[in-house]
């Protein structure tokens, strides 16, 4: 399995509704990452997990809540969105070796449209 | 500051035409630099990195720190290279560090 897998692939919620985004990876990678993109613009970093703790938030509101179970999977939970927070969400991954940790792999991410 | 400029949004060549599309940098250290791809419909992917030296799909990228650039070239487009492309840096500052993104480029080869 080479790729990054992204669950839903669209999702519609009201601003009082709580849901969560999944991504999973089983390349062996050990970081894994969020990134927010708006239509037309480039991906924007939410957080980084390293060895399954989260090593960067980029000041993101409390409204998200990224998690970690284990390495292989990444969770992004999502409670009282505001209809700016409509975009797609992307996770990604990469090794952490010398040679190569600096490579990303994206998902295909999730749609989300808040109402 | 560590950023990445992509000076043009849009760039329409024809079929067999050259296309090169820019990315300049700054950054305080040794940089680490990509370019990403995104076709229609498709995840974002990565094209090439300045490490590697290496040509994918006819794509070639030359680091030269004496004009902060990394543009990404091609002698001979083809259709299927329009999509939106994205230099990306690789910034070591915290403690893991992160990839910043230009705003992208997006390419369109006409028939």
């Known amino acids: 399995d080479t790729e990054v897998t992204q669950t839903p692939k669209h999702l519609v919620m009201g601003m009082t509704n709580k849901k969560s985004l999944k991504c999973e990876q089983h390349m062996g990678h050990r970081a894994m990452y969020w990134y927010k993109q708006k239509a037309k613009k480039p991906p924007e970093l939410m957080f980084v997990?390293?060895?399954?703790?989260?090593?960067i938030n980029e000041s993101v509101p409390s409204r998200f809540s990224p998690e970690c179970p284990n390495s292989s999977l990444l969770n992004l939970h999502l409670h009282a969105l505001q209809p700016e927070d409509s975009a797609l969400y992307l996770c990604?991954?990469?090794?952490?070796?010398?040679?190569?940790?600096?490579?990303?792999?994206f998902g295909a991410g999730t749609r989300l449209s808040v109402l | 500051a560590q950023r990445v400029t992509q000076p043009e949004k849009l760039l329409s060549v024809f079929k067999g035409a050259p296309v090169e599309l820019k990315c300049n940098y700054s950054y305080s250290g040794s940089p680490e630099l990509f370019w990403y791809v995104q076709y229609s419909r498709q995840r974002l992917q990565l094209l090439l990195r300045h490490i590697s030296r290496e040509s994918i799909k006819g794509f070639t990228a030359d680091l030269n720190k004496g004009e902060t650039s990394f543009h990404l070239k091609k002698p001979f487009a083809q259709e299927e290279d329009s999509a939106m492309y994205y230099c990306?840096?690789?910034?070591?500052?915290?403690?893991?560090?992160?990839?910043?993104f230009g705003k992208g480029t997006k390419l369109s080869v006409k028939p």
């Open positions: 997990y390293s060895y399954e703790k989260l090593s």
């Open positions: 990306a840096l690789f910034n070591y500052g915290g403690s893991q560090g992160n990839l910043i």
């Open positions: 990604a991954s990469s090794f952490r070796t010398a040679l190569a940790k600096n490579i990303q792999y």
